[in-house]
């Protein structure tokens, strides 16, 4: 009697999937997410854009499960692709989150009074970030005085002759306290307060010894 033979049924491979595949999912399930809830509730899209790390991490673990033997996740030129789309759209937002978060820092901002009285000159602020000028004539051998109160932040003076545009006096992130500047010629001068977060005031007068003299 003729037997055939039956070939027996190939075993199926596990279907495999691109790294990336399952990263790019959950990115935009995530953010269609977050879309349909800010129309119903205030959300604030800084405090959601400083979670992008977590797609790299997922990434990460993505590209670690396709190094495994026989991994159902493969990593061909399609994957390494994809991820690069992904770690640059992530360092992309990561910038611009890091931009938004920080420009705030290093712009001129300005909130106090300055001026030009009998006493001298001065600055008063409850925030200083940048750099305010009050011009000042001097005359050789003027004995000043530099008086800094500082609450917060750095606080950084500089005196310069307008006519040479060389400093006379240069004080960096200076602490509370008087600091004694002598004039060597008589000129105009600028007098140049720059703070970076910065709360206090800054006096220049003239010296207590030339003022008791005179």
Known sequence: METTDRMAPEATQPRQRRVGTFTLGIVL??????????????????????AVP???IALGVETLLAARKNSRIKYDWAGMLLTFL?????AGMYAAVWFMDTLPDYQQRYSGSMGVTE??????FDLLNGSKMLLADLSAGD???????????????EIIDDADREP???????????????????GSYEVWVTGYQASGSVHIRQAQENSAAE
């Open 86 to 90: 992904l770690v640059c759209g992530a």
């Open 168 to 186: 006379i006096y240069q004080g960096d992130a200076l602490a509370t306290g008087t600091y004694p500047v002598e004039v060597p010629q008589d």
């Open 119 to 124: 006493e001298g000159l001065f600055w008063e």
């Open 54 to 56: 977590l797609i790299l």
């Open 29 to 50: 399930v995530l953010a269609g997410l977050w879309m349909l809830a800010s129309w119903f509730f205030p959300l604030d899209p800084l405090w959601t854009l400083k």
């Open 143 to 157: 004995a000043l005085q530099v008086e800094i109160l500082r609450d917060e932040g750095s606080i950084s003076v």
